[in-house]
C-alpha cells in the first residue's frame, strides 16, 4: 500500500467544468459513508467480494494485520 500528494481535507480543491467535481464529491461521501459502516460495524462489514472467494484474503484483518515498516526494511 501506498500514500502520495496528501492534503488537509479541509484544502480548497480546483474546480473544473467537466464534471469531475461532481464525481469527487460522490466518491467522497461514499468513503465517508464506509468509514461510518465500518466504524459501527467492524471493519469486516463493507469488503470487496474478491475477499470473500479467496481464503487468503477473507482471514485478514485490517487493524490487527496492520504494520507499519521503516522505509530501509524494503530497501
Known amino acids: 500500500m501506498r500514500a502520495s500528494n496528501l492534503v488537509p481535507a479541509m484544502r480548497p480543491v480546483q474546480l ?6 461532481e464525481r469527487r464529491l460522490r466518491q467522497r461521501s461514499l468513503d465517508e459513508s464506509m468509514d461510518e459502516l465500518r ?3 467492524g471493519n469486516h462489514a ?6 470473500l472467494l479467496d481464503p ?4 485478514l484483518d485490517p487493524e490487527r494485520d496492520h ?5 530501509s526494511y524494503f530497501a
Open 56 to 59: 487468503r484474503l477473507s482471514g
Open 16 to 21: 473544473d467544468i467537466e464534471g469531475v467535481e
Open 39 to 41: 466504524h459501527r460495524f
Open 46 to 51: 463493507v469488503r470487496r467480494a474478491s475477499e
Open 67 to 71: 504494520f507499519t515498516h521503516p522505509v
